[in-house]
């Protein structure tokens, strides 16, 4: 795909400061524009800080600059809940435990059309530009995949000019930071908010209380028979808002994160009893709601603070949106009109009974009113077919902690079961399986897909799997439900800001409307055999992977050579994910150049790896170890020195993905055919021109389907063979291994006497 660079046609290339939306715009405006964005940067510094342009320290250059671009969202926003609140606009309300926001400084000067003046200013100021980015901490407030997917659709929805609120958890620790030390993975706290973040506006006033533990008692009043929940403990929930803005946008998206605190008056009797140790315990068991993101992000099992702090999300989002509504239109019985709540899969699921519960005991609903409403309003999208994301509560632990929304999830499951008893009235298992409650269990997916209006799978593949798997006995009682809208990302941040000298490329054949509208990509087409679009293409992805080779350096001191085919393996470390079998490929190789002097490449090659493993999660932790193992190795041989290189690049991020993707030849996407959802690595790989090496898998099917053979290059057995070979029982790995000199041989000379031994010792090292 690239062709080798010629410093000059580098130098032809611009670096991409072309983003002014409005081409009426001209000159003298665009002077004005900076002036006036000087004085207003000069101002913060001077009234926030006490500074000049000329003494401040980087932070607070940082503040300024970041306070200056917030303004203007802000002032966006007003405007368009005015309009909002005008028209009676429908909202849609994302719910989601992860958002992966990355750094959001130069996303928002793209989007609001402000880049190339703020660089005119900073160069202007004599300040680098770069420094500025480097300043901002980054939101990673997610593990992966279902965290970036949540960023980039609030990106999307405010590029529609469509009305959206995030709702997520404000996490004092974001997902940690990665340290390699002897070849191993260690983990390092994130403090992200440690000198306070910009781009949030905190809303004490719009605190709420959320209540666990306690019990429930039927009393009857003058109105009848209500439920009062008693002697719970209080969680206030404060929220913090954070604006996004999409392209061009006249409505910016907004985050709203919420914090966990102790109530300031807490517990008085212990206080008055003089039990201060146990107030300051309730006061941390309050604050540990929110004190941490889960690094691993696909199994529950024995993490009850997980519960507290997917009941906080729900809770605390739930009372603030009747809230809202209540005081827009006055009654609650309008709320599906004004209001659609998409779930990010099953972790803010108790936001089902959780709005019941509001309005039957706060509205004082009758349960199939309530009910009526509920089921109007929540989708939910599945995001994994992993069995271990099926867990479910215990529902003892359950029913203690949350007795009130336990006793509403007991009356929808036995409603529900009244329902599957008259369809299959002798299929006793049928209604086990599908039931909410079974077996000391609650189950929040059967609970999503019993009530819910849709339920989504994120690519083609993974619809299918949904309704012939995961949950063929709902598919067949509710046809109508299930949907699959394949994932996107969001070429604002995936293009224009990791790559803009390729967004400049585009712009100047087929215009900048692909910048809003991704379809427009296809206008490229035209262009595919152009010698001078291809060179220039080539010129670019040389100048990224210099670029990618200059950072991984400053980081991480580790020399990468730019004129090497970049093989990149990005994503969360896991099995399913096959990290493993890129590493034996690799051992492959290095077998045959140290067996055989004449053995070549077409091009030296250069296999990149980043990927974070979940700290509990050994086996994922042992092949980060076997990679640096195996850099090491190919390094210590002079045969294979000179041919391939193995690097593995610390804590795999947002920032770092914006500066690999772009500098990417080919792009590994190599699950086992069934396991990855969709990928959304996958399309941002293949948006900034890298081939494909993959399997028939997620999303990679449909783009098989429209980039074709030369661009995606597909191996191995697709989901059916998967399945079949599955059910029939019939694999067996030694088999293969027996019968395969190469795979035995990649596996090493030494075998390992029982258990575990060290990868290094297993290569000689
Ligand atoms: C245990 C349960 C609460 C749970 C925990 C984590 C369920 C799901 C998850 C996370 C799933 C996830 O990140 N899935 C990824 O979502 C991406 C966006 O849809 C997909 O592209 C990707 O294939 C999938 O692995």
């Known amino acids: 795909m690239t062709g080798v660079s010629s410093s000059h046609k580098e130098a032809s290339i611009k670096t991409g400061e072309f983003f002014v939306p409005d081409s009426k715009d001209k000159g003298v405006q665009v002077k004005n524009r900076i002036s006036k964005i000087k004085n207003v940067i000069e101002g913060k510094l001077k009234r926030y800080y006490g500074r000049s342009l000329d003494n401040a320290s980087k932070e607070e250059m940082f503040q300024a600059v970041a306070m200056s671009i ?22 849609l309300c994302y719910l989601s435990a992860e958002f992966l926001m990355g750094r959001a400084l130069v996303n928002n000067m793209i989007n609001l059309g402000l880049l190339k003046e703020y660089r005119a200013v900073m160069a202007e100021i004599g300040y680098p530009f770069e420094e500025l980015e480097e300043q901002e901490n980054e939101a990673a407030l997610g593990n992966g995949g279902l965290g970036r997917l949540a960023a980039c659709f609030l990106d999307s929805l405010s590029t529609l000019n469509l009305p959206v609120t995030g709702y997520g958890i404000r996490y004092e620790y974001g ?307 299930f949907t699959a809208i394949t994932n996107g990302i969001t070429q604002r941040r995936w293009l224009a800001a990791a790559n803009p000298a390729l967004c400049e490329l585009i712009c100047d054949h087929i215009g900048d409307k692909f910048i809003r509208d991704c379809r427009e990509l296809e206008r490229l087409k035209p262009f595919v055999d152009s010698r001078r679009f291809l060179d220039d293409f080539a010129v670019i992805k040389q100048i990224n992977k210099k670029r990618l080779s200059e950072y991984v350096q400053k980081r991480q001191g580790i020399a990468l050579d730019a004129a090497s085919v970049f093989d990149v393996q990005a994503k969360r470390l896991h099995e399913y994910k096959r990290q493993l079998l890129k590493v034996l490929h690799i051992l492959y190789l290095y077998r045959h150049f140290t067996g055989n002097d004449h053995y070549v490449l077409p091009r030296p090659v250069t296999f990149l790896f ?107 057995a697709g989901a059916k063979d998967i399945d079949r070979i599955g059910t029939e029982n019939t694999y067996n790995p030694k088999d293969y291994f027996d019968r395969n000199e190469d795979i035995r041989e990649a596996r090493g000379r030494q075998r390992p006497v029982s258990g575990y031994l060290p990868v290094s010792v297993v290569w000689g090292l």
Request: with cysteine; hydrophobic share 40%; aromatic share 8%.
């Open 175 to 481: 997902m940690f930071c990665q340290r390699i030390v002897e070849g191993q993975q260690t983990e390092v706290p994130d403090d992200w908010t440690a000198q306070g973040d910009i781009w949030e506006i905190e809303r004490r006033a719009e605190q709420l209380e959320v209540h666990f533990d306690g019990t429930v008692e039927e009393v009857w009043t003058d109105h009848g028979l209500t439920i009062v929940h008693k002697n719970y403990q209080t969680v206030m929930a404060v929220p913090y808002d954070m604006p996004v803005i999409g392209y061009d946008s006249h409505v910016p998206a907004t985050l709203r994160l919420w914090r966990a605190e102790c109530p300031a008056v807490f517990d008085l009797h212990s206080f008055n009893k003089g039990d201060f140790v146990c107030m300051l315990q309730q006061k941390e068991l309050a604050e540990s709601i929110s004190k941490v993101l889960y690094p691993k992000d696909d199994h529950i099992i024995g993490r009850m603070l997980r519960l507290r702090q997917y009941y906080f999300l729900a809770s605390a989002t739930m009372q603030c949106l009747v809230r809202e509504h209540k005081k827009l239109y006055g009654d609650v019985r309008t709320l599906p009109e004004k209001v659609v709540i998409q779930i990010n899969d099953i972790h803010p699921a108790l936001a089902i009974p959780d709005l019941m519960r509001i309005l039957i005991d706060e509205e004082s609903l009758g349960w199939d009113d309530a009910y009526d409403i509920v089921s109007r309003m929540f989708n939910y999208t599945n995001h994994t077919v992993m069995q271990e994301a099926m867990a479910a509560w215990p529902e003892q632990l359950f029913k203690s902690m949350l007795p009130r929304v336990y006793a509403i999830v007991s009356e929808i499951d036995e409603r529900f079961r009244q329902r599957l008893l008259k369809a299959y009235p002798d299929d006793r298992d049928k209604t086990a399986q599908m039931s909410i409650i079974a077996y000391d269990e609650v189950r929040t997916a059967n609970l999503c897909v019993a009530v819910c209006r849709k339920v989504n799978g994120v690519s083609q593949l993974h619809g299918r799997i949904l309704k012939t798997r995961t949950f063929r006995d709902f598919y067949v009682m509710f046809p109508g439900k």
């Open 610 to 716: 980043a990927a974070k493993a979940s700290p509990a999660y050994w086996r994922a932790k042992s092949i980060i170890h076997l990679i640096n193992v195996v850099s090491t190795l190919v390094e210590s041989h002079p045969r294979t020195k000179d041919n391939i290189r193995v690097a593995f690049l610390e804590n795999y991020n947002v920032s770092l993905a914006e500066h690999l993707i772009p500098a990417a030849d080919i792009s590994e996407q190599i699950s086992t055919a069934g396991c990855e959802a969709s990928g959304t690595g996958n399309m941002k790989f293949m948006l900034n021109g890298a081939v494909t090496l993959g399997t028939m898998d997620g999303a990679n099917v449909e783009i098989f389907d429209r980039v074709g053979e030369d661009n995606i290059f597909i191996f191995g």
């Open 70 to 91: 917030r303004d203007i969202i802000l002032e966006r926003g007003v405007k368009a809940n005015e309009t909002m609140e005008k028209r009676g606009l429908k909202k």
